[in-house]
Every structure is written in C-alpha cells, then in structure tokens.
C-alpha cells in the first residue's frame, strides 16, 4: 500500500493549486499556503480561482480532508515532510526569470525548520537554482542534515492540468541523493505503482494500474534543464510550422496538408503542428527567454531561441495584416473577436496573442465586439475601456452587424458553429480565421469569404481577390 506523506504547496496559483488538489486525489495529507488572504478564503469556502476541468469537482471532493489551505507557512512547515515550492517566476527586464519570490519563500523556510525537510522546486526555474536554495537555507543557519533541494518539474497543459498531473508522460525528480528521491517516490507511488488508477473513482486517462506512470531520477541539474528545455522545444515546434505556413501561403499550398504529411513521421509526431497566431501563455513566451539568458550566462550563444521569439512576434503582425488586406482600412470597421484566451479550455490571458491582435486593431482605428466563454472578465482588465471594444453573449450577438469575424482562439465551440446563423448576423460574410477551424473549399460554398492561415484564402465571386497589399 502507497505511503501518506504529509504535503506542504506554497502557492495557490495555476501549477501550486493543481498540484495540492492532485496530491490529496493520490491519498496525500496537503497543506496549501498562500499570502492572498483574499484567494485563501475563496478556497477555503470551495470557490476556484481558475478555470479548469475537474478542479472545482477535485477540490470539493478533497477539500478539509486530503486538503486544507491557510495563509501561516510556519505551522505548515512543521507539520510537513515534503515542501512544494510553486511561486511566480515572472521574467525579468533582461528575461531571465524573477527568482525574488522563491528566496523570500526559501528564507520563511529556513525559520520554521523543525527537522528533516526535502524542498522541491516545482516552479519553473533556472539550472543551479538548486543550489542557490541550499546556499540561501546555510545562511539561515539550517543545518545539511536537515533538508535536501529536489527538481521536480511540472508539464501541466492549462486546460488539461488536472489530467495531466494525474495521467503524466513522465514524472522528472531531480534530486543529488537517495533520501531525498525516496521520499519523492513515495509521494507519486500511487502513479507509479498503478494503484491509483486501480480506485473505482480514480479520474480516467491514459494510464491504468496495468501502464503506470513513468518516473525518471536525475540529478537537480538535469530535471531543471528538462523543464526548460521541453518548453523550448515545443515553442520551436511551434514556431517552425508557422514559419513554413507564410512559405506554404506564398506559394499557394496548405499547411493542413503539410503539417500532416510532416506529423505521420513518427520521429516528428503531430502534435504542436498547428499553424496560427503562435504561442502565449503563462510558459513558452517566459521560458523561452529564460532559457535564453541561462545559455548566455554560460557563454552559449543559443541563436535558436531569439529566432523562435522573433517568429512568434511577427505572427501576430502577419494576421493583423490579413485583417487589413481583407478590409481594406481598418478605420471604422466593426469586427467580431471570437476568443481572448491565449488557447482554448482556459481563462489565461496572459501573453495572449489574441489580447495583442485586438489592441493593434483598435489602434488602427477599429471597433471589436468580444466573445469568450471563459476570459472576459479578466480581458477587461488589460484591454482599453471605452466605445471601441464592448463584450458580447455569445459568437452570434458579437457577429450582430459586423464587417468580419476574427477566430483567434481555438475554442472547440468555435469550430462548430452555426454557420448560416453566424452568415445572417455579419455585415458582409467574411471570416478571418487565426486558428484554421474550418476549410475554405467548405467556407466558399457557404457563401463567406475565408482567410485563415498557411493557405491560400477562398474569395466569393462577389467580392473577388485583393492585389496583395503593401503595408508598413
């Protein structure tokens, strides 16, 4: 029988409010620590800050029996084995990441130190962080013996977190000791071992008590530049098939077809193979810079990345161009923004590419009528108040007497709409699509014309194909 180890997360925010959810669904005791007194009693009353899938069901389920919250870390510490830290790493003004919070969490740490403790960064952080850690507790007086620092990575997609954590690709601890990695085995033995997944109510995925998780031991070093590393990689995926959409697009072939013919290679794979606005979020745009300034740092000009950056930026620039040579001028045009979310099945909006589309149309003089079904609330917050944008109920009240649709997020709903009540709504029948949701043989038919990207856009007869525009 898997072993209960008593849990400390510090940081209620995305990975740190997964994370104390999913240690108490595997049969752990957690102790979730947060300075938001604010969020705290949110929690506390079973209110979920975030929008997920089975975090409000989890949550309830667990909640002041496998999990508690609290605002005092010092009494947490002491009741705790294991010490999860999952604080914010913001990027910083040179883009290496802000590591402010975690020696201001660390120091706490050191004060409350009651006997042997395992510090597990699970924030997404730079090579040696580890030891910056263990530096920061012997300054405050804490004894070797008495704790160990271990890299324990987190790959949660936002909007699939929960599932992710539960039915992991692989689980990465990074620890420089057996006793320290112990103690992490037993935490993700009910993964590993399969007896999770053998519980009646255990949340299906891939994984089963027959094909347990996978658990990879490595050094604190290595587990750190994984975390970073996979991120980048992905963020290069993506940014390589959009690179190859504006080649595929000048020369009249469709990247649909040539991200399948590359993703059937199984060295390749398909996915994070989709041509669009580019990447956003929480991760890849921070990473990335992140991973960038640790090469420098060691004296590695790691080109690759800046490139992938670049490609991503000008993206956005790129579709806020087809808008324009679709439109003709953007002054005065009402448009209909479907999606504010930086991906679909989320709230974040953080380093959106669609909040960064929006604001460049309203510069350009443009009015958006908004529609997402999980971010607008926290879009108001970032996107200029006034006449020129307003928020909508649905896809439809937002198309209501529009010039174009913009699709700019990949919500599932967006690739099912009711096409002929959304061609009724518009102004004229005109579909932007950033996401590539629909094909655009079946969009001419229906009488739109349909620009997407990395293929060549269907013009009604009516309308005709623009002269390609030269634009500043």
Known sequence: MSKQVSICVIGSGYVGLVAAVCFAEIGHKVICVDNNEAKVKMLREGGVPIYEEHLPDLLAKHLNRGVEFSCELGPAIEQCDAIFIAVGTPQGSTGSADLSYVEAVVSEIARSVNGYKVLVEKSTVPVYTNEWVSRCMHRHGVEPHNFDVVSNPEFLREGTAIEDFLHPDRIVIGANNKRSADLLRDIYAPLTDGSYYAKPDALPGMLSAEKPATLLVTSAQSAEIIKHASNAFL???????????????????????????????????????????????????????????????????????????KINATQQEIFFNKVRSALWTLRGKKLAALGLAFKGDTDDIRDSPAIDVIKKLIAAGATISAYDPAAMDKAKAVLPAGESISYAASPYEAAEGADAVLILTDWKEFAKLDLQKLNVALKFPIIIDGRNLYKPAEMLELGFTYVSVGRPAAYTAQQGKPRKLVLS
Do not use: H, T
């Not at 098939?241 to 013919?261: K, M, P, Q, T, Y």
């Not at 590359?262 to 398909?270: A, F, H, V």
């Open 235 to 309: 963020a290069l995926k993506i940014s390589f098939i959009n690179a190859i959409s504006n080649l595929a697009e000048s020369v009249d072939a469709d990247i649909e077809d040539i991200a399948a013919g590359m993703g059937l290679d199984s060295r390749i794979g398909p996915k994070f193979l989709r041509a669009g606005l580019g990447y956003g979020g929480s991760c890849f745009p921070k990473d990335v810079a992140a991973f960038y300034w640790v090469a420098q740092q060691q004296g590695i000009d790691f080109q690759i990345l800046e490139e992938v950056r």
